[in-house]
């Protein structure tokens, strides 16, 4: 994977601030955000391997991906840049942070702890492998033949934003192959010798299970300086659940 096969989206002048985004997303999950933000704040917004319109790659660990990020970043010459990672993002961020220290000035994970996971997307990639992309014509047929099985409106939205029809022919943007084979990976703690130095915040929200109160014991070994922020009535998604408290957190913490 080479830094000019990942695709990237870029508004507004200010700091850089490089947005990772999660399993199964893209760049445009953030854009809103980035939006937002883009009086302050120059935001990158990048597409990970094996999503949106990057280039796919059989290899999909934390350590390839936090090499593939260093790559773009020294290809784009970012020097004291924020960076913000949300989900399997984070971890990537974590990694990155922890192989290549002192390049980040400030970093914002969102809704994700430096552990491994459970299995919880299983069913989802087996059903995402069912969908007969040679007789899908409309996003409405692969919306019916998804929710009939996941029975999740705004899950199958989502992940319909990684189909692309053309001409009556459906494909995926995202490496199902790949991410089925390195799944085991995706769940995996990042890989830690010694504590990370840059300032963090970790952004959670109180509806979701991904950081648990007994992580931030974990956290706080793991990360030397953090801090934590919580957001009520909100879930994993929370920067499209509640994005100006979203919003509001980063240019506090940034600022």
Known sequence: MQYEKIFYQETGDGKTLVFLHGL???SDNWIGIAKK???QFRCILIDLPNHGKSE?????TYSTLAEDLHEFIQHHQLTDFNILG??????????????????VNKSIIVDIAPKTYEPSHTFILETLKTLPLQNVSSLKEA?????????????????????????GRAEWKINLDALINNYQDILAAPTFTKSINTP???IRGLDSDYIQNNDKPLIRESFSTVSFKDIENTGHWLHAQKPDLVVNSIEKFLN
């Open 24 to 26: 199964f997303g893209s």
């Open 37 to 39: 933000l883009s009086k």
């Open 200 to 202: 963090t915040l970790f």
């Open 143 to 167: 919306f019916e033949h998804l929710n009939k099985r996941l029975k999740d409106d705004a899950l199958s939205f989502f992940l319909l934003k990684s189909l692309n029809i053309t001409e």
């Open 86 to 103: 949300h989900s399997m993002g984070g971890k990537i961020v974590m990694q990155y942070l922890h192989n290549f220290p002192g390049s």
């Open 56 to 60: 796919w790659t059989n290899q999909f």
